[in-house]
């Protein structure tokens, strides 16, 4: 492996962990809140890039979190809205990222995410990992998202390092299946024991944390 | 208004009926079944067609189905299966479809679906509405799936008729979304009253059923 590419929203950085913030905008509603955004986030994601009306993932974020809010019959303001988006950029690293990063020094790393550039330079600023990274790459410059195969081929193009020698490594399934069909080394960090996607694709490796895949891949 | 294109899956035909047969195979489990299948049915239609790996609607229907019984850890043989999947062929319509089709005799009605042409041609068969429709067109040549604008074009390729004088129906919100976005004219047929999806874009009709659509819409 020549370098090593991590998703970034629920692989290295928890996005349940928004629960919490919404749970003191919408108290007993947290939980909730945070699944259906998610769900939403996602699926707009993949609308968008098929209709051809690209919106950043900023405007996207959005616009699930107030379909989850119409959804549940909530009430809100703009500033609500602007306090539980506000989460996205201080959202906390999962355990074994700090150890693994460290364990990963000597590799080229980057980040690829459908994030745009400032949303993900913040949330990589505020965990303290930016000088952790050759490359923090968004797909706002292409106007479509993952799992599009053109999204992939921004790391193969920021590295300048053959497909297949590249580990990319995602906890969501659907961007693992997407990555694989890309021609990438694939590792799926399935952090929570999920089911496989029946996409006709599997990853290289299947793992339960960073460092279960540091030692099958490099050891 | 020139030509009437309807969605099949949700529109027409009650997708939700296959709870039913999912129960008689899996005790207990039909609704969950039923639920899961149908959010995993439409993620992987989006993916596939994102990723660049179609297959067509059974297979991704049959993938789609084995999710939902994975994760619910359930376990099955080839012919439990397909007795679940054969249900595709005979939904039932809605019961507002066959007045309303009768009163929209007069004018050029098609469908036009995700399904493969033999799915879609089997189920209008079985609900005895062959004859109803001029043409039923299957995403299946094109190789990929809505909301790509290039499957609406079918519509408006086999019809012959300006975009904006077609009125395309769907009760699926991210449907309405594309058909709206690729320039339909377009009615909402919002049957369960749910929230409108935040995709920036809206329908000309949103009704609670058909006979409240031609009513709207023709009068």
Redesign the interface.
Known sequence: MKAIVFDAYGTLFDVTSVAEVCDKQFPGYGQQISEMWRQ?QL??T????????Y?DFAAVNR??L??AL??LNLWYDNEMLNTVLASYLTLPTFPDVPQALHALRTHRLAILSNGTQGMLEALVRNAGLLWNFDHVLSVDPLKT?????RVYQLAVNALGVAKERILFISSNG?DV??AK?FGFTVGWLNRRGK???????RPDYEVANLLELIERAFR
């Open positions: 939403k699926e707009y993949w609308l968008r890039a098929l209709m051809r009306r919106e616009g699930a107030q379909y119409h959804q998202y993952k799992p599009d195969p659907w299946a997407g069909s089911v496989a996607e029946e996409l006709g694709i």
